[in-house]
């Protein structure tokens, strides 16, 4: 296995909804949330407007928009490939997609032993 394995990834639909809200907020981040007010939904923001301490974990882009996850929760994580989709509903608080009747939602499947040999132990 030669290629390299997304610890994160989106579906079509949330590829719209990120370009809708650039389109509108300009450049994005995202960062899993842990449980604290919106339980686990991952929260999108302008870039630069979540603060990113040195234990959060970088796991890669979504269309140009970082994905980041705190180091405790990616001790949970780690064997599982996070793929954001979207639903209908009201998104987290303090996201920018709250107000658009859709939400980001994180889905995942493990990673095969094969993957999980080619990924570091912790990016």
Not at 10 to 17: D, G, N, R, V, Y
Not at 42 to 47: G, S
Not at 68 to 77: H, I, L, R, V
Request: with cysteine; glycine share 10%.
């Amino acid at each position: 296995m030669s290629h390299i394995i997304a610890r994160v990834m989106a579906t079509p639909a949330a590829f719209e909804l990120i370009a809708a809200l650039r389109s509108r907020h300009g450049p994005l981040m995202f960062f899993q949330s842990g449980g604290c007010c919106d339980g686990s939904t991952p929260m999108c923001y302008p870039a630069g407007e979540f603060n990113i301490s040195d234990t959060d974990v970088y796991l890669g882009n979504l269309d140009g928009a970082p994905f980041y996850m705190g180091c405790e929760q990616f001790e949970y994580w780690e064997h599982t490939q996070l793929i954001i989709d979207v639903v209908d509903g009201n998104g987290g608080m303090f996201s920018l997609d709250n107000g658009t009747g859709r939400r980001f939602l994180t889905r995942s499947r493990l990673f095969t032993d094969e993957e999980m040999a080619v990924l570091k132990p912790s990016p």
